[in-house]
């Protein structure tokens, strides 16, 4: 399986702060990375596909980049929904590993 | 409106048998993969098995090969994620998801961008 990691594993941000998570691949998976958002007790949500595309209705404060095997998801202005857990996944080859997650909280 | 539909939460004794569904509506279910995730308590996603429920070819995480058995009934819109005997680890939120796929010059791309709502599966004696 191709592993996924992610950092920070969490980080504290104010309201209009640039935050960066970053997702690292143990193999080179090319663009074939996707950003998820998930709130407390809700399903997650899809954010970008393909590295750096936005999903159809996301906000265009999020924005993706990378390719190989490192990426980053950035958010340009943090606002106050978007306090919550973020995860990538790789979707170069089968099982579509998952990173552990990166969890925006409150300065 | 395109939605995915999960069967309600289920609270088992250990090997004690499950099935969850997952019921599709507002598009051609045929068409479209559905996947399975595991979120265990306070911790991340699992990706565990995809189906295509136009003709039933499925694909497991080797995590989770033997463990569970996906299944659809494209008749009926739905599909399955079903457990034979269960164990207290099995104790989990499961979501089923529909993948999108997009296209362009550089590639094929793949996400899951329809999430039902989950069902938790709680397994205690």
């Known amino acids: 399986d191709i592993q996924m990691t992610q950092s920070p594993s969490s980080l504290s941000a104010s309201v209009g702060d640039r935050v960066t998570i970053t997702c690292r691949a143990s193999?080179?998976?090319?663009?074939?990375l996707n950003w998820y958002q998930q709130r407390p007790g809700k399903a997650p949500k899809l954010l970008i596909y393909?590295?750096?595309s936005l999903q159809s209705g996301v906000p265009s404060r999020f924005s993706g980049s990378g390719s190989g095997t490192d990426f980053t998801l950035t958010i340009s202005s943090l606002q106050p929904e978007d306090f919550t857990t973020y995860y990538c996944?790789?979707?170069?080859?089968?099982?579509?590993?998952f990173g552990p997650g990166t969890k925006v909280d409150i300065k | 409106e395109v939605q995915l539909v999960q069967s309600g939460a289920e609270v088992k004794k250990p090997g004690e048998s499950l099935k969850i569904s997952c019921k599709g509506s507002?598009?051609?279910?045929?068409?479209?993969?559905i996947g399975w995730v595991r979120q265990m308590p306070g911790k991340g996603l699992e990706w565990m098995g995809i189906?295509?429920?136009?003709?039933?070819?499925?694909r497991y995480s080797p995590s989770f090969q033997g463990q569970v058995t996906i299944s659809a009934d494209k008749s009926i819109s739905t599909t399955y994620l079903q457990w034979s005997s269960l164990k207290a680890s099995d104790t989990a939120m499961y979501y089923c998801a529909r993948r999108g796929d997009y296209y362009d010059s550089s590639g094929y791309y793949r996400a899951f961008e329809i999430w039902g709502q989950g069902t938790m599966v709680t397994v205690s004696s």
């Open positions: 193999q080179s998976i090319s663009s074939y």
């Open positions: 996944q790789q979707s170069y080859r089968t099982p579509f590993t």
């Open positions: 189906i295509y429920p136009g003709d039933s070819d499925t």
């Open positions: 507002g598009y051609n279910f045929t068409i479209y993969w």
């Open positions: 393909a590295a750096s």
